[in-house]
């Protein structure tokens, strides 16, 4: 994987040749299936922001177990900008929205474009100080790292009540915010156990201390694994036992209609059962292996539910959809890669 | 040697706490006695007389009790999270509060699990609830929340004696920290079930575990700042102990706000008249009062705790707490009384206020959970002593 | 006979007990009581696994089936319908069935710990007040060679 | 006495024994009467049906009595406990109004006059015997006469074989009879009548032949003349597709409101479109026959703009209605009420009558040969005599038999002092009402309930009354005490008692059989002869020489005191349930209160329940307001009966008594009265209420497909559908013939044993009704209606979330509610969306003896209770139970539920929605067909018919 990495400066011009790419893609090859972009979108936004929410998370309550895994899992956080740039095209394809045309004084293209972009590229800037401030160690960290959340929280909310939500408008759940931004944390946990895992293979860090943080992982995974289970079926029951029809009409589909039917109990055997039942013994939470595979279920479970939240009321191109998908990995593991380069840099800038 | 003299100086002093009498003490125990005897009375008298004693009416047929009732529950499961959330993060500030926090769990238990039998037309009849063999083979309707309060209050309380034994901890907290998020689930189920505007909502789930911990929080600085003072427990119970506490009270209130906000929000998101002619009777409606009062109360002092100096100033905790108390109480009112009080038809929207009966019983609740709080300062070491020891080893 | 080591300060207590466990002393011929728990122990001793666990994990499985069953059971007995929702309505009994899968899981386990430490047994409750606030090793020496 | 006796005689029993048996013949107390064998008729707790006659109001409607066998006070016996209409009777065919529903509240009241009284020597009443009381009277009749007084007999309006009594008691007696008093005496239109036709009548309209209905401040469907005869022929009437109604009022009615159209006219000011109209007419070609010139000419003939410009008419409006007018095949136009009673209210009868003669309406629906009986009847002028004489000292005895003339007549003719001139007051009345305190001796009046007798309300109908129960006091009919006082006067012993007199009457009249049918059905029709209706052309060339039709507009703002649907003209305020009872217009249930207009209240700051004083000359009135939209600026209204202390005038001409107060001013106190308002608002905001909603017409044309296609209902909704037994009971409202009378109201409180709670509950917001009428204002134009009822969801929100099951949805989709299983955690009302459900927030009983007609058929809710409509399940049950013993289902039509079955204009279906030949489920599957908050997923069994829309708007 060393071979991989760049400098800050090539790292950027692979961002925009990538990202260029995926607009091309969008706008020329597929220009009717906006759904496609939107899933990209929603996926990589939990990720990346996901994963240094967990770092930011740990700071604020001054808890020392993600330590060995600061640096890589903040090495992402550009990537919150190189979002938020993408989303911008977004508008290009605003037609995937039904409100498009009976827009009202929050559901209007040029205001949802900017205010999303505004909270991300808010979230970036935070974002950027924060990791200065915690690679440092310095007293502030504790600070930017609640500012960091505080924005993560509303970033996250919005992507679930203007992107998401809003693609079966009038449809509304307050809840649906909160399954967001902690679908977004679930995913930076998994990625954390990912990385802990792959040193653990590695041997690279100390082992006693990466397998503290394996286990640390694991746990908070299980744990997220019964909140997840929590919170969805907390939106369910409300909807289900309501039987407004207006309400109703949103979970019938996604669980009387196939395919969406199938999608729907794959993901919550990916994203909760199979966590859940995989990670409850005290060896599993130990075998790098193991966790390495639940987490990898755990992510596909994401994919699956955000394809879910979007199918039935936006097409989505399997084929752009994979491409895009590998670009945009391909572009997270530069970043893995190169992060000692970029935070040696982001440590110089004063 | 240094850890030897800690300990015995600890037993010493916590017990010393069961000894002192003093006068005060038994004057607050008195009154407190009295009016909670007062709120007995009460209640038998609206079970002879009838329902009515009580303000509710035609659309408001809950009110004050209701909200006692997710009050005290609220109260209570702050104990448990106390002792079982904090253990499973090893946080250890937690066992200067533990004790105090669990006996406040059984006694707010016991105080709100007499709401639902209060506010019921034939209370009893009240047994009809729990689902006891009958030859009849009448059961009891699991599909309705109320059951699911029955199942998930019926024996919190019963756990708590136990949860010294150090070894059980980690199960039995394992068990408790789903076991109180469910619960409080449940409570809130009994609003989010209808499909009332106000109440019909995906959110309150976690929105009210939130909020329970929230005052609960708030009600262990209430009952500790005192407790500590009189017995003079300020070299056990320290300022860190208070910040840490205080981060909890700022971090539960946001997730509060941010559930005020949400709610609110999505009423004028979508088309959905009832949502938005709901939400702007709140705001502007009858009991707008309230609603400010609430806002002001759980949203905006508590980010005061965002100061340093603050989180660390008993006095001032101990004022925020009573306003979060009061905040607290009164956002279940109006959750409550103002999605009651103007739903889907117009002709019959109403009013409501409470009566001197429903005052009277709500002020015999505290007082019965302020008098068993006494008995217990008397009876039992307010710190749990062993844990105490295991801290100040480390 | 036995012999009995007595400690005030908590690292000496488990200096020795490594060296104890080192020297070749099995684990299963050392009792140590202590005023408060302390988790290295478990370490030094190896104590395997609580099988605390596996009563935890019965008591809730019945729980849960429990639940699912009585609820089941009940709509069935007497059907009733109730704002058009299915007699068996799972959303709504799934509640029902978690607090069971808690509270049994929870009184099993209580249980199992009784059952397990042989509590509440009388010498238990009175050993701790013998040694106050000390740490104690007492190795139980016909077994050693 | 125990059954078996109880149906030993009734073994014995055959009609003619029974009515004699039913009087004063202490012997046979108990004996209730039959007329068909009994044996093949009672069955134990299956209930009896007694036709007689409601003496309410003067409409004297068809009434069946329904009796149930019960025990009351360890006692076993039988008690009416409801009012049914008499099916097929010609007046009000099954239906009755809430007063006529309420009417059993008065037979059981307990503050009814139990003996005779009479006044001790130190003026304060004493309980006396009849004896005592007849020997009294007739000494003080002979003593009059002595004194060269003449004695009086003052009673309200008689019809039938009572009234030939009386005649040959006060000849016997030498007693004057005075004309009969009532208040509503329609003088105007009888005088006018009288000058155009000849005939001093209020004849008899049938507006169910009409096409096009104009009616000029007539009330029909409230209180004018026979309200549920005009109610019914309504109902029949809109069933025609090109059924057209203009009504023009200066004041606000419901009827108004149910026209096609209402226009607002000037107080006062309907002479001016009348004369415009009959102008028009005479000069356009359709009209039959032609006023003579000389009549023409001497009515004015005003100009459109004039028109408008006085009545406030807009010109477009009045050229609609003219034309409508003109192109109708059979219009029929009525002045009356409000119209009438003001101060050119003669002439504007008059140029009514005019109109019908010229559109020859005389021969089709104006129809004098079937008037109402009211020639006995006098008018204010008499009681202006009476009062001279009286004045004089010139009255010797005046009897005052059931009438109220204290209240009724205006203040300012000081009746009270006048009365006191007389030598002696005898009172006959059931209740100890203003008048009945100013006389010497009061002879208690049993109810019609308890009696035998007839009424005659219009020629060519006679009904009988007869009793459902044996009198519960000392109280005797006005035969029986007329009879016995002139006995008493010729010293003779024995003699006929009334029922014997009756029986002789009948047989004369109709002979042996159909004697026993008119007791059977309750009524009897008897050919009238048919009259010639001519204009007399001299006697009203006559009159109009002296009639100066210049007359001003009202000086405004006025005072309109109008009739009130729930008291009449204020004889049924004393029954409870009527006060319980919201006005449907303001939802007003206790106390006094005027209506004031949007508008005004505006001006002047006025909200609910804010004070306002009027004042007219030195005269002052204070009283809450009810804000009334629509209601024209300057009108206010107070209701008769609620209200008595206003002072007016009457005419001197006709001697109608006038409902106006003109120059009135109105301030506002600054006090605030407590007053129960129950509509919590008038707005309906859209929500998918009223019928005129798009969202429910948007709804109810997506439920219709859905019934038509037969859309997969699985396919959209979350829940699996849920089977039903044989049947889906379910209801159709069709709010275009529904009139909100509020009858089912009343029906469903006495059928269904709902308590009664009072005006402290009330004002808490505890009312208890099961039905009720919901007023909503649309865009500030129009008031419309809706009945809100049990919606029997099939996907209940109140079902679920009852904790012990003591609420369900059962197999015939009924949502029944188990009352003694309710615990009352009330979490059902709350989620409730239709908010139909009821808690009983205390013990409601009915104080003794009004408990004696609670239904045995269902229980009495206590304390803690929710309670809520159930279909009148306990009907349902019973013709389930009879169904089941002829081993089939139950009948389309065979269960009628008791808002459905006094309804007047037949508004409400009932029946099974499975069955899809069913009457019920033909209806809801029409266009108009909605169902409220569809949107809320519910899938209500009540079908609502959308209002048509209006043709134009006022």
């Known amino acids: 994987m060393n071979k991989l990495q760049l400098k800050p400066v090539m790292l950027g011009i692979a961002a925009i040749v990538i990202g260029a790419v995926i607009v091309l893609i969008q706008n020329i090859l597929i220009p009717e299936s906006g759904g496609t972009f939107l899933l990209t979108l929603t996926f990589w936004v939990a990720l990346i922001q996901g994963a240094v929410a967990v770092v930011a998370a740990a700071d604020a309550s001054a808890a020392k177990w993600i330590t060995p895994l600061k640096r890589e899992l903040l090495s992402f956080y550009p990537l919150i900008l190189f979002i938020a740039i993408l989303f911008l095209f977004l508008g290009l394809q605003m037609d995937v929205y039904p409100w498009i045309d009976k827009q009202n004084k929050w559901l209007n293209v040029p205001f949802f474009l900017v205010r999303n972009f505004l909270a991300m590229l808010v979230l970036y800037i935070v974002a950027h100080f924060y990791a200065k401030a915690t690679l440092a160690n310095s007293e502030g960290k504790g600070r930017w790292a609640i500012a960091y959340l505080f924005i993560y929280v509303t970033v996250q909310s919005l992507v679930a009540f203007d992107w998401v939500m809003s693609l079966a408008y009038p449809w509304v759940s307050t809840l649906f915010g909160g399954i967001f931004f902690m679908e977004a944390f679930y995913t930076g946990l998994v990625i954390a156990a990912l990385i802990a895992a792959y040193y653990l293979r590695k041997e690279v860090e100390d082992p006693v201390s990466m397998s503290k943080v394996l286990r640390d992982t694991a746990v908070f995974t299980f744990g997220f694994a019964l909140a997840w289970a929590g919170l969805f079926y907390a939106q369910f029951l409300v909807i289900w036992y309501g039987n407004i029809p207006e309400e109703t009409s949103y979970l019938v589909i996604r669980m009387h209609h196939s395919p969406y039917m199938e999608i729907f109990y794959v993901s919550v055997f990916f994203l909760f059962i199979l966590p859940f039942v995989g990670l409850i013994g005290r060896k599993a939470k130990i075998s790098p292996n193991w966790v390495t595979l639940v987490a990898f279920i755990v992510l596909a479970g994401i994919v699956l539910e955000r394809i879910l939240f979007i199918l039935p009321d936006a097409s989505i191109n399997p084929i752009a959809a994979v491409a895009e998908f590998i670009l945009m990995g391909f572009l997270f593991l530069l970043f893995f890669a190169s992060r000692d380069q970029f935070i040696k840099a982001l440590e110089m800038s004063k | 040697m240094r850890s030897i003299d800690y300990n015995e100086q600890l037993e010493h002093e916590v017990l010393a706490a069961l000894r002192k009498p003093n006068p005060w003490y038994w004057v607050a125990l008195v009154i407190c006695a009295l009016l909670f005897g007062m709120g007995l009375t009460l209640w038998i008298y609206q079970m002879l007389k009838g329902m009515g004693v009580a303000g509710l009416n035609n659309p408001v047929g809950w009110g004050v009790y209701i909200t006692d009732f997710v009050f005290w529950v609220g109260i209570a499961h702050s104990g448990t999270l106390i002792s079982a959330v904090l253990f499973l993060f090893r946080a250890k500030f937690r066992n200067a509060f533990n004790r105090s926090a669990e006996a406040m769990t059984i006694f707010a238990v016991m105080t709100a699990g007499l709401f639902p039998l209060i506010h019921l037309g034939r209370s009893w009849f009240f047994y009809w609830l729990f689902p006891y063999p009958n030859q009849r083979e009448i059961w009891v309707n699991f599909k309705s929340p109320l059951i699911w309060d029955v199942f998930s209050l019926g024996w919190v309380g019963s756990l708590r004696q136990w949860w010294h034994y150090n070894r059980l901890y980690i199960f039995l907290a394992a068990f408790a920290t789903p076991l109180v998020i469910s619960v409080h689930s449940v409570v809130s189920w009994d609003f989010a079930m209808s499909i009332i505007p106000g109440w019909h909502t995906t959110i309150f789930a976690p929105y009210f575990v939130a909020g329970a911990i929230f005052s609960g929080t708030a009600m262990v600085l209430t009952l500790v700042i005192p407790m500590r003072k009189i017995f003079r427990l300020e070299q056990y119970i320290t300022l860190n102990h208070f910040e840490k506490i205080s981060q909890v009270l700022l971090f539960t209130s946001l997730i509060v706000t941010y559930s005020y906000i949400v709610e609110f929000a999505l009423a004028f998101y979508g088309d959905h008249q009832f949502e938005a002619a709901h939400f702007t009777y709140r705001l502007l409606g009858d009991y707008q009062p309230f609603y400010i009062t609430m806002l002001i109360c759980n949203s905006l002092i508590p980010l005061t705790l965002f100061f340093r100096k603050l989180r660390r100033s008993i006095v001032y905790l101990f004022i925020l707490s009573i306003f979060v108390n009061i905040g607290m109480w009164l956002e279940r009112f109006v959750i409550i009384v103002t999605s009651l009080a103007k739903d889907f038809d117009p002709y019959s929207w109403g009013l409501y206020t409470p009566t001197m009966v429903e005052v009277g019983i709500t002020v015999g609740s505290f007082a019965m959970f302020f008098m068993f709080f006494l008995i217990f300062a008397k009876v039992l070491p307010v710190l749990s002593i062993t844990e105490l020891k295991e801290e100040a080893s480390e | ?145 | 006495m125990d059954r078996r006796d109880f149906l030993k005689f009734l073994g014995i029993s055959s009609g003619t024994a029974m009515i004699s048996s039913c009087g004063v013949d202490k012997a046979n107390e108990k004996i209730i009467p039959y007329l068909i064998p009994p044996e093949q008729d009672v069955y134990p707790g299956k209930p009896v049906f007694y036709n007689t006659t409601c003496t309410e109001c003067p409409a004297n409607c068809g009434l069946s009595a329904r009796v149930n066998e019960k025990v009351y006070d360890e006692v076993r016996g039988l008690f009416p406990t409801k009012a049914e209409g008499v099916k097929g009777h010609p007046i009000n065919n099954g239906a009755l109004c809430p007063r006529g529903q309420a009417s059993l509240f008065r037979l059981y009241h307990p503050k009814r006059i139990q003996r005779p009284m009479m006044r001790d020597n130190d003026g304060n009443f004493r309980v006396a015997t009849w004896q005592e009381a007849y020997a009294y009277v007739t000494t003080e009749l002979q003593a009059a006469k002595e004194e060269k007084k003449d004695n009086l007999y003052f009673s309200g309006r008689t019809t039938g074989t009572l009234a030939g009594l009386i005649g040959r008691f006060c000849e016997e007696m030498g007693i004057e009879r005075l004309p009969e008093f009532e208040i509503f005496s329609h003088a105007n239109l009888r005088k006018a009548n009288e000058i155009v036709f000849n005939q001093p009548e209020v004849p008899h309209y049938h507006i169910k032949d009409a096409d096009f209905l104009l009616t000029i401040g007539a009330d029909i469907l409230e209180t004018f003349v026979s309200p549920v005869s005009n109610a019914a022929q309504y109902g029949e009437a809109v069933k025609n597709e090109n059924f057209t109604w203009y009504h023009l009022e200066p004041n606000l009615s419901m009827t108004g409101l149910k026209a096609t159209t209402r226009l607002a006219v000037n107080p006062h000011s309907e002479i001016y479109f009348l004369a415009y109209l009959l102008h028009a007419l005479s000069r356009s070609d359709i009209r039959k026959r032609r006023p003579s010139w000389a009549i023409m000419n001497m009515v004015p003939d005003p100009s459109a703009e004039e028109v408008s410009q006085k009545t406030g008419i807009s010109a477009e409006n009045l050229e609609h209605l003219v034309s409508a007018f003109f192109i109708a095949k059979r219009p029929l136009i009525i002045t009356g009420g409000v119209s009438t009673a003001q101060p050119g209210g003669l002439e504007a009868a008059l140029l009514t009558a005019l109109i019908q003669a010229a559109m020859g309406m005389n021969d089709t629906v104006v129809d004098f040969a079937h008037s109402q009986n009211y020639e006995k009847v006098g008018s204010m002028l008499d009681v202006q005599e009476l009062l001279e004489r009286l004045r004089n000292k010139a009255v010797g005895v005046i009897f005052i038999s059931r009438s109220n003339p204290v209240d009724d007549i205006s203040a300012n003719f000081n009746f009270v002092e006048e009365l006191k001139n007389a030598r002696l007051r005898v009172g006959m009345s059931d209740f100890m009402s203003a008048s009945m305190q100013e006389c010497d001796v009061v002879l208690p009046l049993s109810h019609s309930l308890e009696s035998w007798g007839d009424a005659a309300p219009r020629k060519g109908i006679r009904n009988v009354i007869q009793p459902a129960i044996e009198p519960q006091y000392d109280t005797r009919t006005e035969g029986d005490v007329l009879l016995e006082i002139m006995r008493t006067a010729s010293g003779q012993k024995q003699g006929p008692d009334y029922n014997q007199y009756l029986i002789e009457q009948w047989h004369s009249l109709y002979g042996e059989s159909e004697t026993v049918s008119l007791i059977e059905n309750g009524y009897i029709e008897e050919p009238v002869s048919p009259l010639s209706i001519a204009v007399d052309t001299r006697s009203v060339e006559s009159y109009l020489k002296n009639t100066d039709f210049s007359r001003e507009v009202a000086a405004q703002p006025v005072l309109i005191i109008t009739p009130s649907i729930r008291t009449y003209d204020g004889r049924s305020k004393v029954l409870p349930l009527l006060n319980e009872i919201p006005d449907p217009l303001t939802t007003v249930t206790y106390g006094e209160w005027v209506s004031v207009s949007a508008v005004a209240a505006k001006k002047m700051g006025l909200k609910d329940r804010d004070e306002i004083q009027i004042s007219v000359e030195n005269e002052n009135l204070n009283y809450p307001v009810k804000v009334q939209n629509v209601l024209p600026e300057n009108v206010y209204m107070v209701q008769r009966g609620l209200i008595y202390a206003i002072k007016t005038d009457i005419d001197s001409r006709s001697g109608e008594a006038s409902w106006y107060l003109d120059n009135i001013s109105a301030t506002k106190t600054g006090a605030v009265i407590p007053l129960p308002i129950l509509s919590g608002s008038m707005h309906e905001e859209g929500r998918g209420i009223l019928s005129s909603h798009e969202s429910v017409v948007e709804h109810s044309e997506h439920y219709n497909e859905k019934l038509k296609e037969e859309v997969d209902v699985e396919e959209e909704r979350i829940y699996p559908k849920h089977p039903h037994k044989n049947y889906r009971w379910g209801m159709t409202i069709n709010q275009d013939s529904c009139i909100n009378c509020a009858a089912c109201v009343a029906a469903c409180y006495v059928e269904n044993n709902i308590p009664v709670v009072g005006q402290k509950e009330q004002l808490q917001g505890r009312e208890m009704s099961w039905i009720r009428i919901e007023p909503f204002v649309r865009d500030d134009r129009d008031i419309e209606f809706t009945l809100m009822l049990c919606q029997q969801c099939d996907n209940a929100p109140c079902e679920p979330v009852c904790p012990v099951y003591a609420t369900y949805h059962n197999p015939e989709g009924l949502n029944v509610q188990v009352y003694n299983r309710c615990v009352g955690t009330r979490y059902c009302s709350n989620n409730c969306p239709y908010k139909v459900r009821r808690f009983n927030w205390f013990d409601h009983r009915l104080p003794k003896p009004w408990d004696k007609m609670y239904n045995p058929a269902l229980s009495v809710r206590g304390r803690g209770i929710m309670e809520k409509c159930t279909f009148c399940v306990q009907r349902i049950r019973a013709a389930e139970d009879m169904a089941k013993d002829e081993d089939r289902l139950v009948r389309d039509g065979e269960v009628v539920t008791a808002c459905q079955e006094t309804c007047p204009t037949k508004a409400i279906t009932f029946g099974n929605l499975m069955d899809d030949s069913s009457r019920v489920s033909q209806i809801a599957r029409s266009d108009e067909a909605y169902r409220v908050l569809e949107e809320l997923g519910t899938e209500p069994a009540i079908h609502y018919l959308r209002k048509k829309e209006r043709k134009s708007e006022a």
């Open chain 3, 1 to 145: 006979m036995n012999e009995q080591l007595l400690f005030d300060d908590k690292n000496k207590f488990l200096q020795k007990l490594e060296e104890l466990v080192k020297s070749g002393v099995s684990p299963r011929n050392i009792a140590v009581s202590t005023p408060y728990p302390v988790h290295e122990v478990e370490h030094i001793l190896k104590t395997p696994p609580s099988p605390l666990r596996f009563f935890t994990l019965l008591g809730a499985l019945f729980g849960l089936l429990f639940g699912a069953w009585f609820t089941s059971w009940t709509s069935i007995n007497w059907p009733l319908i109730g704002g058009g929702k299915p007699i068996i309505s799972v959303p709504a009994f799934v509640i029902v069935a978690f607090e069971l899968t808690v509270l049994f899981g929870g009184v099993i386990s209580f249980l199992g710990f009784l059952f397990l430490t042989r509590l509440p047994s009388v010498k238990s409750i009175i050993s701790p007040e013998e040694y106050g606030n000390r740490f104690v090793i007492q190795i139980h020496s016909e077994e050693k060679k």
